[in-house]
């Protein structure tokens, strides 16, 4: 369970932060669905598909730093240092992990631990951390368990139509 209580975050701000991250995470996630879905469709080898999972990782995060610090500078006329970088950095730190377990079963295929097309496959992992993340979400509302099971599905929804998206597209 995460530690929310940062001394050097305000108490209020805490859950905002917890938010924020979390948010990140989702993002990342549905991003990577889509990602390697389009990889699992292509005729690409080990080492293209980690170079593309880690791209896109590295994208993503770099992207929502710029913007951070952009709309920082933006509106306190400073760049962001100290407290406020380590926030921008803390809160956009999972789009950097979103990459691990695709890169995971990925180097498994390059070892011929398991194919690549099945290392591709694992996109369903992602759906199932939608459907989990979203489960929680219903259960932290106070709505009980079939709330959470909506959620749950609603998010895990969005993530199978990422997916069929990309492979209707046919990348």
Known sequence: MVDDRRTDVPPGA??????DR??????ATITM?????????????????VATVLTTALGLWLAAFVADQQAHRTVHRHLATGRELRR?????SPLLSCAVG????IALAALDVLSLHAALLAAGV??????LWGCLGGLRMGGGALT???AGFADAAIGVAVALVKAAAGH
């Open 148 to 150: 959470a099971l909506v």
């Open 33 to 49: 669905i889509a990602v390697v879905v389009g990889l699992s469709l292509g005729d690409v080898g080990s080492l293209g598909a």
């Open 126 to 131: 992602g759906v199932v951390s939608l459907f």
């Open 14 to 19: 805490q859950a905002g932060v917890l938010a």
């Open 88 to 92: 921008m950095l803390y809160v956009s």
């Open 22 to 27: 979390l948010k990140e995470r989702i993002y």
């Open 102 to 105: 695709p890169a995971v079963l």
